[in-house]
């Protein structure tokens, strides 16, 4: 199976600019969650999606936005972006058992630069 | 207040030794779920193990275990036979469950360094 892919992997932009991640989870997770990490503020959730859902979302201000389409794969968006949106953009996709445990692949991620 | 605490900001282990990672966490929630995440040098985040509240046994996953003790609120992470490939910053997560929505909750992560 190929593992959770995200593109681009490196991105610059400027100010003010938008921008749009993607991630493709493994084929037949259903479920993607994104996260942000800078040096700064850690670790933070962004959202998570579920059949096309937006199932749970992060403390983040509406710039932030995600989708998730037919085929499960994701996109995130960022508008009007800031010098602090420079961070590594994690995206995991998750499956669950009827046992009720849970393995979560990440994929590469995404560093984003914004100048 | 912290949420998840990480009390360790560094730790050395000889190679083949047990180590013991700490995490204590905070919530009122009766349903929640803890994880631990290995992020090597190159960037990429691996998760490593999971524990519900209600599972009654340590989750175990190869040479990761998880010491949960719910009364204190503590998810350590315990790697058996420490290898140089599990130098790496360790995170602890924790997800609460309220009203059927999520909140995902990171601590601020525990630099290993396994020596040879």
């Known amino acids: 199976k190929a593992g959770v892919t995200q593109t681009p992997r490196y991105l610059i932009k400027t100010r003010g600019q938008q921008v749009t991640l993607s991630c493709s989870p493994i084929?037949?997770?259903?479920?993607v969650s994104w996260y942000q990490q800078t040096p700064g503020q850690g670790l933070q959730f962004l959202f998570e999606?579920?059949?096309?859902?937006?199932?749970n979302k992060g403390n983040f201000p509406g710039r932030f936005s995600g989708r998730q389409f037919s085929n499960s794969r994701s996109e995130m968006n960022v508008s009007t972006l800031e010098l602090g949106d420079s961070a590594l953009y994690l995206c995991?996709?998750?499956?669950?058992?009827?046992?009720?445990?849970?393995?979560?692949?990440f994929g590469p991620g995404t560093r984003l630069l914004v100048l | 207040a912290q949420k998840i605490t990480q009390t360790q900001p560094g730790m050395f282990v000889q190679e083949k030794e047990a180590v013991t990672l700490d995490c204590t966490y905070d919530?009122?929630?009766?349903?929640?779920?803890l994880f631990w995440y290995k992020q090597p040098s190159s960037g990429e985040m691996i998760f490593l193990i999971y524990?519900?509240?209600?599972?009654?046994q340590n989750a175990t996953e190869g040479r990761y275990s998880l010491n949960f003790q719910k009364a204190r609120k503590s998810a350590n992470l315990v790697i058996s036979a420490s290898q140089l490939g599990d130098s790496a910053m360790y995170f602890c997560?924790?997800?609460?469950?309220?009203?059927?929505?999520?909140?995902?909750?990171f601590g601020t992560g525990t630099r290993l360094k396994v020596l040879a």
């Open positions: 997560a924790m997800r609460e469950s309220t009203s059927g929505t999520y909140k995902y909750i």
């Open positions: 524990q519900g509240s209600y599972d009654e």
């Open positions: 919530t009122s929630d009766q349903s929640y779920g």
């Open positions: 084929s037949g997770h259903r479920s």
């Open positions: 999606y579920f059949s096309e859902t937006q199932r």
């Open positions: 995991a996709s998750s499956l669950k058992t009827r046992q009720g445990q849970e393995t979560q692949y």
